[in-house]
């Protein structure tokens, strides 16, 4: 089973930028990989997707032309550059293998990891 450790998150005020990183426990050169975040009380969101080649990418309305996805090709580690941060954007962030189909979870993941904390104050 795959599992993911995300790191990078922090406390930034509005405007600033952060850098996450997500690292597989295992080999996941082959999947494509996504981001997606969570605040308090609400559900789950889709932040940004990219193919397992890294050719494809693909964001959310609320974070396109402020954060750029990305993946390294040595390790099998994923990466997610925040800039122009919002307060809107303060929630947990995970990543998780998707579908680029629907840039969805694959439904059989169910190894979500503790996600990394980005707080962003106004």
């Known amino acids: 089973q795959v599992h993911m450790v995300e790191s990078g998150g922090g406390l930034v005020q509005a405007g600033g930028s952060l850098r996450l990183s997500c690292a597989a426990s295992?080999?996941?050169?082959?999947?494509?990989m996504g981001w997606f975040r969570q605040a308090p009380g609400k559900e789950r969101d889709f932040v940004a997707g990219?193919?397992?080649?890294?050719?494809?990418?693909y964001y959310a309305d609320s974070v396109k032309g402020r954060f750029t996805i990305s993946r390294g090709v040595v390790k099998n580690t994923v990466y997610l550059q925040m800039n122009s941060l919002k307060p809107e954007d303060t929630a947990l962030y995970y990543c998780?293998?998707?579908?680029?189909?629907?840039?969805?979870?694959?439904?059989?993941?169910?190894?979500w990891g503790q996600g990394t904390q980005v707080t962003v104050s106004s």
């Open positions: 295992r080999r996941t050169f082959n999947y494509a």
């Open positions: 998780a293998p998707v579908d680029v189909g629907s840039w969805s979870p694959i439904r059989s993941f169910r190894s």
């Open positions: 990219i193919s397992w080649s890294g050719g494809s990418t």
